[in-house]
């Protein structure tokens, strides 16, 4: 079973933010928040992780609540570009041992024009 | 810079044949991956590399044979197809162990076994 929840579908104008919520409420302490994105027919994309500050970087932002229960994707400016399923994972990182990574179901983002 | 190379991208196989699935990256990364995804179902890994010459089997390796002889390759091999093989396939490399942000995918094998 995956160890987070996200919401199965969400649009969103071009040009404004996109926010994507994810429930992690079982969320072990050494294990980060990673966010990835599939776009039809590629391979995974990494976009961000963090462990419990907010981060941001080229392509997104993360907001980790405090308790670490739950968190945001926050994709400041879509473009229709960003029409992709987007991936919120706990994962321990460096460890994890052999095992997979459970994607879960994802959002669906859909960019309106 | 090409990051990670798969080949072929779709291929149609029956039931017992055989096949290579090569996957190439131009990163000097250490670590390479297979996976599988299947319909509504995350990343399942295969095998893994932890350096040239050496593979491990990962959760799902049953039906999967592995080589690395060089560092920038990573060949999945299937002896005998079978359709529960039917699946998109994905190579990865990273520069780190399991640190998923330096982890690169290529763009995927879609096999289909009948």
């Known amino acids: 079973d995956a160890k987070t929840t996200q919401p199965p579908s969400m649009d969103c104008a071009e040009g404004r933010a996109a926010n994507l919520p994810c429930n992690h409420s079982t969320i072990s302490g050494n294990e980060y928040v990673y966010w990835y994105r599939q776009i039809h027919s590629q391979g995974p994309q990494y976009i961000i992780h963090?462990?419990?500050n907010n981060e941001t970087n080229e392509m997104a932002s993360l907001i980790i609540t405090e308790d670490r229960k739950s968190s945001t994707l926050i994709l400041p400016h879509a473009t229709l570009r960003d029409t992709a399923v987007y991936y919120c994972?706990?994962?321990?990182?460096?460890?994890?041992?052999?095992?997979?990574?459970?994607f879960g179901k994802g959002t669906h983002l859909i960019i309106q024009p | 810079n090409a990051g990670v190379t798969q080949t072929p991208k779709f291929r149609v196989l029956k039931t017992g044949q055989s096949m290579t699935l090569l996957c190439a990256q131009d990163m000097n990364h250490e670590y390479m991956y297979w996976y599988r995804q299947d319909p509504g179902m995350g990343l399942r890994l295969i095998h893994y590399?932890?350096?040239?010459?050496?593979?491990a089997k990962g959760e799902v390796p049953d039906g999967y044979n592995v080589s690395r002889l060089k560092k920038q390759n990573f060949l999945l091999g299937l002896e005998s197809a079978a359709p529960s093989q039917t699946s998109v396939y994905f190579c990865?490399?990273?520069?780190?162990?399991?640190?998923?942000?330096?982890?690169?995918f290529g763009p995927g094998t879609r096999l289909l076994v009948l």
């Open positions: 994972i706990v994962f321990p990182r460096g460890g994890g041992g052999a095992d997979g990574l459970t």
């Open positions: 963090g462990l419990k």
């Open positions: 590399s932890v350096g040239e010459g050496t593979t």
């Open positions: 990865a490399s990273s520069l780190e162990w399991r640190a998923l942000e330096t982890q690169y």
